[in-house]
């Protein structure tokens, strides 16, 4: 079934769109076939969360975004799965916040940063890094650990949607201010992040660009403020909570 030949009203509709978005990357060559998996785990937990943006995720994305506005060098990392389900939204949120839009692989070959650097250009993006691999995240072998000397290398704030746990953890002892969107609050990677959005990539990615915009006014000391009000713990809790503690007799219309 083609995205388009999905109902509107079809009660699975938002699920069955991200997934075929995933298994279109997957044959344009932009997502690798461990990006299904993930795809496959993280509609677990967004179903267990009642696919909806949790009041905490939105607070998350709040500090996310503050965070990124008053950065020096900010960097938004790109991956398959995440190029495949919101690369136009992604492209919005890099040019919100000023932020350099860098592909960085866990499976990396050049021929596919290549691939989904054309992709995001083909949906608005100018520059794209991640082919020059002049720079290292220190503790990682070399086909994990490298990065653009210029970009997430150079980086003090990063978002890193969907990353892997060692990686989150490499780029934390680098000192970076780390923003992760997961929808598994107890994968290592949001344990990691100084920021986690619990949530789904395909709504985190644009409520943070619809913060940006709203802070675009903002002074430091108010977007600072935003970012030291943020409990990443308190997120994380919540998110468990909602969880453990959600009912799935809560959308059932019987
Ligand atoms: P870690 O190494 O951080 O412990 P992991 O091994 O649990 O990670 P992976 O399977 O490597 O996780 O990556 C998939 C992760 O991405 C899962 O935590 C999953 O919940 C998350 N994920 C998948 N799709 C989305 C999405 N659309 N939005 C947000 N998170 C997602």
């Given at each position: 079934?083609?995205?388009?030949?999905?109902?509107?009203?079809?009660?699975?509709?938002?699920?069955?769109?991200?997934?075929?978005?995933?298994?279109?990357g997957?044959?344009?060559?932009?997502?690798?076939?461990?990006?299904?998996?993930?795809?496959?785990?993280?509609?677990?937990?967004?179903?267990?969360?009642g696919?909806?943006?949790?009041?905490?995720?939105?607070?998350?994305?709040?500090?996310?975004?503050?965070?990124?506005?008053?950065?020096d060098?900010?960097v938004?990392s790109?991956?398959?799965?995440?190029?495949?389900?919101?690369?136009?939204?992604?492209?919005?949120?890099?040019?919100?916040?000023?932020?350099?839009?860098?592909v960085?692989?866990?499976?990396?070959?050049?021929?596919?940063?290549?691939?989904?650097?054309?992709?995001?250009?083909?949906?608005?993006?100018?520059?794209?890094?991640?082919?020059?691999?002049?720079?290292?995240?220190?503790?990682?072998?070399?086909?994990?650990?490298?990065?653009?000397?210029?970009?997430?290398?150079?980086?003090?704030?990063?978002?890193?949607?969907?990353?892997?746990?060692?990686?989150?953890?490499?780029?934390?002892?680098?000192?970076?201010?780390?923003?992760?969107?997961?929808?598994?609050?107890?994968?290592?990677?949001?344990?990691?992040?100084?920021?986690?959005?619990?949530?789904?990539?395909?709504?985190?990615?644009?409520?943070?660009?619809?913060?940006?915009?709203?802070?675009?006014?903002?002074?430091?000391?108010?977007?600072?403020?935003?970012?030291?009000?943020?409990?990443?713990?308190?997120?994380?809790?919540?998110?468990?909570?909602?969880?453990?503690?959600?009912?799935?007799?809560?959308?059932?219309?019987?």
């Amino acid at each position: 079934m083609t995205e388009t030949a999905i109902p509107e009203d079809h009660p699975r509709y938002a699920s069955l769109v991200t997934r075929h978005r995933i298994e279109a990357g997957v044959e344009k060559g932009i997502t690798s076939k461990q990006g299904l998996i993930a795809q496959g785990r993280g509609e677990a937990f967004d179903y267990l969360l009642g696919e909806r943006t949790l009041p905490s995720a939105d607070a998350a994305a709040r500090a996310a975004a503050a965070a990124l506005l008053a950065a020096d060098h900010p960097v938004v990392s790109v991956n398959g799965n995440v190029a495949a389900l919101a690369p136009a939204e992604t492209v919005e949120l890099a040019e919100a916040v000023g932020a350099d839009l860098e592909v960085n692989l866990f499976n990396h070959t050049d021929e596919r940063v290549r691939r989904i650097a054309d992709h995001l250009r083909e949906h608005g993006a100018d520059e794209v890094k991640g082919l020059a691999g002049d720079g290292e995240i220190p503790g990682l072998d070399h086909a994990r650990g490298t990065v653009d000397a210029d970009g997430i290398e150079a980086a003090d704030v990063v978002v890193v949607p969907l990353e892997d746990g060692d990686r989150a953890a490499a780029l934390d002892a680098m000192g970076k201010t780390e923003i992760v969107i997961d929808l598994n609050p107890g994968s290592r990677s949001p344990r990691t992040a100084d920021i986690p959005i619990i949530d789904n990539l395909v709504r985190a990615v644009p409520n943070a660009t619809a913060h940006a915009r709203d802070l675009a006014d903002a002074g430091t000391a108010e977007l600072d403020a935003i970012v030291a009000d943020f409990d990443a713990d308190d997120a994380l809790a919540a998110a468990e909570a909602a969880i453990r503690e959600g009912s799935f007799a809560v959308d059932d219309p019987e």
